[in-house]
T-cell receptor, first 114, second 116 residues
Framework: AQSVAQPEDQVNVAEGNPLTVKCTYS??????LFWYVQYPNRGLQFLLK??????LVKGSYGFEAEFNKSQTSFHLKKPSALVSDSALYFC????????????FGTGTRLQVFP | NAGVTQTPKFQVLKTGQSMTLQCAQD?????MYWYRQDPGMGLRLIYY???????DKGEVPNGYNVSRLNKREFSLRLESAAPSQTSVYFC???????????????FGPGTRLTVT
């Protein structure tokens, strides 16, 4: 079955430092992987995706993610964190049987301190 | 272009009451979804509609019904609310199936529902 795991409930980082939010996946077939962000009292917003091609994908707001097939990981990264990056981040994987469904992880709260 | 809109934003129900959550999108998307978000559980799919006139159960459909009224609107009904249905409900939509863009879902602002 398709699934993703986000091992950290919360990540704390100082403004200006690099950040990493972790995600591992388990899929049958080729993985389609996604990151979404949720700001307080808002719906989720799409950040970036990996379908095929380069293992490093770039997305909105300066975020990027690295696909690692051997480690079955898709970690979200940003070279220099901003206080405004503080939000809830969700990793997701395409659902089974190539349907238009997403399976979401449990989310990681990113707190960036000034 | 309003994107995905949901009404109401907040609702308090007593156990056993019924209500319908409304969702509409103006992006001409074919697929629409209803999720619930609970602390520590992430988002779980309740129901899904690939196109007007079709609906499909998701991970947690019990206690809910849906109606895809037309291409724009997808409503979620709680026939007899229970405290376990206290949650934040999100509607989402996406373009037609068959490509990678189909997984870029657009979310509404959510409905915060409390059942006492």
């Amino acid at each position: 079955a398709q699934s993703v795991a986000q091992p950290e409930d919360q990540v704390n980082v100082a403004e200006g430092n690099p950040l990493t939010v972790k995600c591992t996946y388990s899929v049958s077939g080729n993985p389609y992987l996604f990151w979404y962000v949720q700001y307080p009292n808002r719906g989720l917003q799409f950040l970036l995706k990996y379908i095929t091609g380069d293992n490093l994908v770039k997305g909105s707001y300066g975020f990027e993610a690295e696909f690692n097939k051997s480690q079955t990981s898709f970690h979200l990264k940003k070279p220099s964190a901003l206080v405004s990056d503080s939000a809830l981040y969700f990793c997701a994987v395409r659902g089974p049987y190539n349907t238009d469904k997403l399976i979401f992880g449990t989310g990681t709260r990113l707190q960036v301190f000034p | 272009n309003a994107g995905v809109t949901q009404t109401p934003k907040f609702q308090v129900l007593k156990t056993g009451q019924s209500m319908t959550l409304q969702c509409a999108q103006d992006m001409n998307h074919n697929s629409m979804y209803w999720y619930r978000q609970d602390p520590g559980m992430g988002l779980r799919l309740i129901y899904y509609s690939a196109s007007e006139g079709t609906t499909d159960k998701g991970e947690v459909p019990n206690g809910y019904n849906v109606s895809r009224l037309n291409k724009r609107e997808f409503s979620l009904r709680l026939e007899s609310a229970a405290p376990s249905q206290t949650s934040v409900y999100f509607c989402a939509s996406t373009v037609a199936s068959g490509g990678a863009a189909a997984y870029e879902q657009y979310f509404g602002p959510g409905t915060r529902l409390t059942v006492t």
